[in-house]
């Protein structure tokens, strides 16, 4: 082969990299666990500094922005949840291209703090979907030409909604509820049909049979375990894994259910086959090695604790063994031995609660705050390092998108792209 060629070939390849690296298609990243295959990204910035541009937004919302195919895609809703909007912005000036809006025709209750867009959309670079709980699962190609549409019925809770789906492949994987109808389900991308349904069985809709509250809003982790590919789901009671191909439920641990009632929040922390976990409304913490086949609670749980846990409502991030994760009260950031549950650091450094997931970059980890505040740390299991604070004053309850070296960030009043 001449040197040509060869310089052709690996032309080729940094470019088709680089294609994929610029994408940050889900919630929690590519790869559904906060990690971003790029090496680096900005790590300094305010409200005038480093900013590439910002779009007002019309509506707060709890779900988080999406880069796909040189687009960006966020939801937001009317404050009553009767028009529910998808919206898509080019991802390099910040012009808004479409949106579509879905009518509902009542108003379903929710928590003060979660408006009636809780949840992040999905995106292959040819289709996008988005789950507006009762409101649907709708299916766009990336010029906002509907494709598909599915009812999967009504989705009550007091607290609202906040799953999001995931795509694998041809494939959407969808957590429902909270609400009467819990079930994780797989979609056929290019249709809506349903592939595979498997409900989850749960005493109680709002609250469990000791009156104490429960639901899950946890969206699933993708991830190839003892060679098959899984969709690993928090329930409000314990730790489901099913197969993405079958719908089949390969493994569960139990453990999830607290003094404070059965709620989950955040997705599992995992890394190879150690997965940690944490109970919503400072519920219980536990980790297990991931082994064999349908309830492995007594044979492969490694600890267990209720013991002043954190509210736990976004996810961390694992790099190894250690978890590192923002808490939603107290407003710390910590760093766990995921094989032990002992917590080796503890920092103040947030300042504040943070209902965002971390993010993974390099070496560098991020999360924000409600106030807005970009904490930028080390990844770093003997102390806390901090890199950089980074103030935007727009509140914010969602984790940032790390595309081709620039963030993307949904605040409460703004979209924000951040790049020098």
Known sequence: MSVRIISVLILFATLTNGLLAAEWSQFRGPH???????????????????????????SPG??????????????????TGEQRTLACYDRNNGKQLWEKTVEFDKELPTHKTNPYAGTTPAANGKQVVVWHASAGLHCYDMNGKPLWSRDLGEFKHMWGYGTSPVIYQDRVILHSG????????????????????????????????????????????LAKLNGKMQAIVMMPTRVVAY?????????????????????????????????????????????????????????????RSEAK????????????????????????????????????????????????????VGHHLYVVNQDGTTVVFKDNPEKFELVAKNDLDDSCNTTPAISDGNIFLRCDKHLWCIGK
């Not at 988080?64 to 404050?79: E, H, M, P, Q, R």
């Not at 390969?250 to 259910?257: D, H, I, Q, V, Y």
Request: charge should be negative; aromatic fraction near 8%; proline fraction near 4%.
């Open 62 to 79: 709890n779900g988080s922005a999406i880069v796909s195919s040189g687009k960006v895609f966020l939801t937001y809703a009317s404050k």
């Open 243 to 303: 197969d993405v191909n079958s719908g089949l439920m390969l493994w569960n641990c139990e453990g999830l259910s607290g003094p404070k009632g059965d709620l989950s929040y955040s997705s599992v922390q995992l890394s190879d086959d150690l997965l940690v976990a944490f109970g919503g409304f400072s519920g219980p913490s536990m980790a297990v090695r991931v082994a064999g086949s349908g309830n492995i609670t007594d044979k492969a749980q490694l600890w």
């Open 309 to 360: 846990n954190p509210q736990s409502i976004g996810s961390g991030v694992m790099v190894g063994k250690y978890v590192y994760r923002a808490n939603a009260g107290p407003g710390t950031i910590e760093c766990m031995n995921g094989e032990t549950g002992e917590v080796v650091w503890v920092s103040r450094e947030s300042g504040k609660n943070a209902w965002g997931s971390i993010v993974k």
């Open 32 to 58: 559904t666990n906060g990690i971003s295959d790029e090496l680096s990204a900005p790590t300094q910035w305010s409200a005038e500094k480093n900013i590439k541009w910002k779009v007002e937004l019309p």
């Open 178 to 221: 909270p609400g009467e109808l819990v079930f994780v389900a797989a979609f056929n991308l290019k249709t809506g049909q349903t592939i595979w349904r498997t409900t989850e069985p749960l005493d109680g809709i709002e609250r469990n049979l000791d009156d104490k509250y429960m639901g899950s809003w946890a969206t699933p982790v």
